[in-house]
């Protein structure tokens, strides 16, 4: 009789996923407001090639500019493009963070259901595993925002006179369709990035977190989930980069128009290794630590607070 009650007093699946996807787009919306210059940045270093550009003092396209670091670039955009270039590509980011990281969130938490095989308690291999399942689900999704992203922040007018989000989009399609050539360039690159970087970022997370005890203190236990947090996002970064150097040049503009230099994502990886050494699979890095470090915080602790608001709220 007891089992039956309980069973009753259990919120159903439907509502619990419900409320994981309002959590977890609320999470990607506020991560991506607060973070964006950094992915932006993070871009313009990854698709530069020093062989090829050259910055000169008496430079007057910005196209010749070549950015020295973080930094540099902040200001050298700010110099030439204006200050708001700094969220050049922010559309389609927030038109897609809120259902990427809604189905980021509720395939993480299916996917975990799953490799738990019927125990009580996740472990460490289920967790990753479940953060493997769930980036590589946001990744389809997200990919055609992707494209169009890179294809913003690689533009160097000012942001005044920067192509509309649409503009690009149509642009996109009309030259090149839907397909992998086209919108969904990139797809596997964009697959693996996601892939890694959830693997490491949910299953260290999760793993770690119970090995240090919750604080009473509302504050410090805060705290404890930020610094779990943000070494997990910086963990998860430090090694997807390559594979995100190699996206960014497969979206981005190829070396010379009308040649495709960039294809593959091993062979993007070996392409820049080959012609630039091995320390430009990690361009990038600086920016994309500072803005997926503090970003992992951010997203884990708006999921996990809003979530725990709304299930006291709605079940």
Do not use: W
């Amino acid at each position: 009789m007891s089992n039956q009650t309980d069973d009753k007093n259990k919120p159903s699946l439907v509502k619990q996923a419900s409320l994981q996807i309002v959590a977890g787009g609320s999470a990607g919306f506020v991560e991506v407001c607060i973070m964006h210059p950094l992915d932006l940045v993070k871009t313009r270093l990854q698709i530069q090639n020093k062989k090829m550009v050259r910055n000169t003092a008496s430079s007057a396209s910005t196209n010749e500019i070549y950015y020295k670091g973080v930094f540099d670039c902040f200001r050298k955009m700010c110099q030439h493009e204006g200050l708001f270039s700094m969220y050049k590509g922010i559309i389609p980011p927030i038109m897609a963070e809120t259902p990427k990281r809604a189905t980021k969130f509720l395939c993480f938490e299916q996917y975990k259901r799953f490799f738990m095989f019927g125990s009580d308690k996740a472990t460490p291999l289920a967790y990753s595993l479940a953060g493997l399942g769930a980036g590589a689900t946001e990744a389809i999704i997200v990919n055609p925002f992707e494209v169009v992203k890179v294809t913003l922040q690689a533009n160097r007018a000012k942001s005044t006179e920067a192509p509309t989000t649409f503009t690009v989009a149509r642009q996109i399609i009309k030259q090149d369709g839907f397909g992998l050539k086209g919108l969904n360039k990139g797809l596997t690159a964009t697959i693996g990035r996601n892939g890694v970087f959830n693997m490491i970022y949910f299953g260290f997370y999760h793993s770690i977190k119970d090995y240090f005890p919750a604080y009473e203190d509302t504050t410090h236990e805060f705290l404890r989930k930020v610094g779990i947090g943000f070494l997990s996002g910086t963990i998860g970064s430090i090694f997807n980069i390559p594979i995100d150097v190699a996206k960014s040049r497969i979206q981005g503009p190829q070396p010379v128009p009308g040649q495709i230099k960039y294809r593959t994502t091993c062979g993007s990886m070996l392409t820049v290794a080959r012609e630039e050494g091995f320390g430009a699979l990690y361009k990038g890095l600086l920016p994309k630590v500072m803005r997926l470090g503090p970003g992992g915080a951010i997203m884990l602790l708006v999921y996990e607070y809003s979530y725990e608001y709304l299930k006291e709220r709605f079940l």
